[in-house]
């Protein structure tokens, strides 16, 4: 099975601290994402990247950047914290050229605490 | 631009009742259009999918159909258990392999 491994399951950060999220697959995907999952509003795609030093902006990019140097490393960085970046942060991939037929699979998220 | 649009919830039904989450999309070209469900404590996980028009996709006793003409891509099933609690995500995947989730529509099925 496809494993997505998100580095951490809780981070506590301060206001202004610079935040790296890390997320590994292990299954050659070419496509990895992050999505950040908020109650009422569903996962909102943050960016994602087809190729190893390749993005996309999602739909919330704002205050977020990315760094694929590796195909199996996706990590999403928050440069200057702020307390409505808190959030649950989920990583995701899929196999990526393989036609219509790809799924996601998921990591199982980071609770993203800024104080 | 690419859009998924849920119907609100959350929903609450007893046991053996029928269920229809309503979902339509926007959408440049042709999508694949999926349905993702969280179950309590767990991570999003694919349910079911469909990848062309008038493609029904099925698991678990769930279905839905691709219907462009409507831009639509309901959830379905005759009779609902407790353990299908949950949180149901409508989802598309672009052309360019952009994947989109609507906001969710949690579930509570009662004994």
């Known amino acids: 099975d496809v494993k997505v491994t998100q580095s951490s399951r809780y981070l506590v950060k301060r206001t202004g601290e610079k935040v790296f999220l890390e997320c590994v697959q292990d299954m050659d995907h070419e496509n990895m994402f992050w999505y950040r999952q908020d109650p009422g509003l569903g996962l909102r795609l943050i960016y994602f990247?087809?190729?190893?030093?390749?993005?996309e902006k999602g739909d919330i990019p704002e205050g977020y950047s990315v760094s694929r140097e590796k195909k199996e490393r996706f990590s999403l960085i928050l440069e200057s914290a702020s307390t409505n970046q808190t959030s649950m942060y989920l990583c995701?991939?899929?196999?990526?050229?393989?036609?219509?037929?790809?799924?996601?699979?998921f990591g199982s998220g980071t609770q993203l605490s800024v104080l | 631009g690419d859009s998924v649009t849920q119907m609100e919830g959350p929903v609450t039904l007893s046991e053996e009742a029928f269920l229809t989450i309503n979902c339509t999309y926007t959408a440049t070209g042709y999508p694949s259009l999926f349905w993702y469900v969280q179950y309590p404590g767990e991570g999003l996980q694919l349910l079911l999918k469909a990848t062309k028009a008038d493609d029904k996709g099925s698991n678990k006793g769930f279905e839905a159909t691709y219907r462009k003409e409507t831009t639509s891509f309901h959830l379905e099933k005759g009779s609902v258990q407790v353990s299908d609690s949950a949180v149901y995500f409508c989802a598309l995947r672009t052309s360019y392999d952009k994947v989109i989730f609507g906001p969710g529509t949690s579930l509570s099925v009662i004994p």
């Open positions: 995701a991939s899929s196999i990526g050229s393989a036609g219509q037929n790809e799924k996601l699979f």
């Open positions: 990247s087809y190729d190893v030093k390749m993005k």
